[in-house]
Antibody
């Protein structure tokens, strides 16, 4: 059974860096595509980007200058950093798996973690 | 960016009703269209991939159709467990985008 679990601070100050980690069990991150998706309170879903098994990335241009994704295959984890956050970055952040890039469907998700940007 | 527009934004329906949700893309996405169900406080759940391929374990009352720019998600006989918000998502372009969601509420 594939499981994903997000972890990281629930509160980040404006202008600082949001850092989250997704721990994966039941699958190896050395295969497939691993995404971050966020959802502001009461609003819809926004895909932030993915990291592939070879470390290559595909970021949403709307955040590209502020986002970095990385992976640690020894821990079977991948991570998200969003720099210079503002209140607009307050959201539930999800990590998710995609098996095939050409399908682009997210078949397994973490339960999500709320990150609030506030001083 | 490819814009995904769902309609309606919300609807009220009764158990046993047939429900149809529409998703329109701003340009052709062939069949690179996925559907998700989200309940309050929970992560979205994949229902349908590639416009019409039902994910294993998803009840057969869910079906998807369409190609190009127009797609539909149909729930043939609405069940109490189906009251939720539904999202479409395109993966045709390198920037994957979601529709704004359709909330299905109890009438």
């Amino acid at each position: 059974q594939v499981q994903l679990q997000e972890s990281g601070p629930g509160l980040v100050k404006p202008s600082e860096t949001l850092s989250l980690t997704c721990s994966v069990s039941g699958d190896s991150i050395s295969t497939k595509y691993w995404s971050w998706i966020r959802q502001p309170p009461g609003r819809g879903l926004e895909w932030l980007g993915y990291i592939y098994t070879d470390g290559s990335t595909n970021y949403n241009p709307s955040l590209k200058s502020r986002v970095t994704m990385s992976m640690d295959t020894s821990k079977n984890q991948f991570s998200l950093k969003v720099r210079s956050v503002t209140a607009a970055d307050t959201a539930v952040y999800y990590c998710a798996r995609t098996v095939y890039d050409y399908r682009g469907d997210f078949d397994y998700w973490g339960q999500g973690t709320l990150v609030t940007v506030s001083s | 960016d490819i814009q995904m527009t769902q309609s309606p934004s919300s609807l009220s329906a009764s158990v046993g009703d047939r429900v149809t949700i529409t998703c329109r893309a701003s340009q052709s996405i062939t069949n690179y269209l996925n559907w998700y169900q989200q309940k309050p406080g929970k992560a979205p759940k994949l229902l349908i991939s590639a416009a019409s391929s039902l994910r294993s374990g998803v009840p057969s009352r869910f079906s998807g159709s369409g190609s190009g720019t127009n797609f539909t998600l149909t729930i043939s006989r609405l069940q109490p467990d189906d009251f939720a918000t539904y999202y479409c998502q395109q993966s045709y372009s390198s920037l994957w985008t979601f529709g704004q969601g359709t909330k299905v509420e109890i009438k």
